[in-house]
């Protein structure tokens, strides 16, 4: 029987990369659009590797499938793989390493900063009704001798601030994995937790979504803010809690925030309505997940997962692991 690979969800349009690889490595392929643990069971059964966007792979689902050897993602974040109990079942999991789209979350992350801190949509809005005023977007602040706060210095974090230093901003981070020396080395100061959030005139959250950063940004977090302070997301959504979020920027606390995905991303859900309250905010800029998207990163991340899903099918070790059993396998 032939080994098979499953692309249990993606959004790309069409699977033909990934169909290339598999089928020129002579591997069966098929494409599913899973919405839950459910779908994915049912059409994962037979299959010896998953290539997964949004589709969460939790331990009910491994033990559901006795051949899977592999489950490989599109990105970097694995939050939504039980990675430990992948490892207890002796699945290889991989992922891509951040610089497949570092340049493109960076620009993302900047491009949303400008935008809100130059009052963009703003003058957007109130030009299309027929106000035509600089003073529409009061106020508007140089950028210049402002401090940057960053949460995590890794490779976008880095590229973010070497953006805004170019526009004058004076750069903090916060990184508990992170050599202050390192830090330093990059013209950027290293502070605490709270320091961040009390420095900060802009806060860029680059950090990954882990059991620590879920929900870490609440009340008590946005208060501490300054009130002329804009915080951009362009991490994981469920970093910040959205109606923390909303209570804050309606009352005051922060003066605004870009967001490049909500606490409860509409892409995992079946039936999204866009009924967030942060929607019908002035000072709020949402996008779709989509700071990582180029032509060039989609096509790159994409040849990643499916190279790597074979790699492990073939039985050679995989580029980017993202647990050991592989390698503990092979001695």
């Excluded at 130059?118 to 210049?144: F, L, N, S």
Aim: charged share 25%; glycine share 8%.
């Amino acid at each position: 029987m032939a080994l098979k690979v499953l692309v249990a969800d993606y959004d790309f349009g069409d699977t033909s990369i990934e169909r290339e690889i598999v089928r020129r490595a002579g591997m069966a392929f098929e494409a599913a659009q899973c919405k839950g643990e459910r779908d994915l069971i049912e059409a994962a059964r037979d299959v010896d590797a998953l290539l997964v966007q949004y589709a969460e792979v939790r331990a009910q689902a491994i033990q559901a499938l006795p051949r899977l050897k592999v489950i490989a993602r599109y990105g970097t974040g694995v939050d939504t793989v039980d990675v430990d109990a992948a490892t207890a079942h002796g699945i290889q999991v991989t992922n891509a390493p951040n610089e497949w789209c570092a340049d493109e979350v960076a620009d993302h992350a900047v491009a949303l900063l400008l935008a809100l801190i130059r009052k963009v949509a703003v003058y957007d809005q109130m030009t299309r009704e027929g106000v035509w005023h600089w003073r529409a977007g009061r106020p508007i602040h140089r950028i210049a001798g402002k401090v940057l706060g960053l949460l995590s210095f890794g490779a976008i974090s880095q590229r973010v601030a070497g953006r805004m230093s170019a526009f004058g901003a004076m750069v903090c981070a916060h990184d508990p994995y992170q050599r202050d020396e390192a830090m330093r080395a990059h013209g950027v100061t290293p502070v605490g937790f709270d320091e961040l959030l009390e420095r900060s005139d802009y806060l860029v959250i680059q950090a990954p979504l882990t059991a620590q950063t879920r929900g870490l940004f609440g009340e008590r977090e946005l208060r501490r803010m300054k009130p002329t302070a804009f915080l951009v997301n362009t991490a994981r959504g469920p970093i910040i809690q959205d109606r923390a979020l909303y209570r804050a920027v309606r009352e005051g606390w922060i003066a605004g925030a870009g967001l490049d995905d909500l606490e409860e991303e509409p892409a995992k859900q079946r039936d999204w309505q866009p009924d967030n309250p942060l929607f019908g905010m002035a000072n709020v800029l949402i996008s779709p997940h989509a700071a990582y998207y180029s032509e060039e990163s989609i096509a790159l991340v994409r040849n990643i997962a499916a190279e790597e899903a074979v790699r492990v099918l073939r039985g050679e070790t995989p580029r980017y692991p993202v647990n050991r059993v592989f390698e503990q396998a092979g001695g």
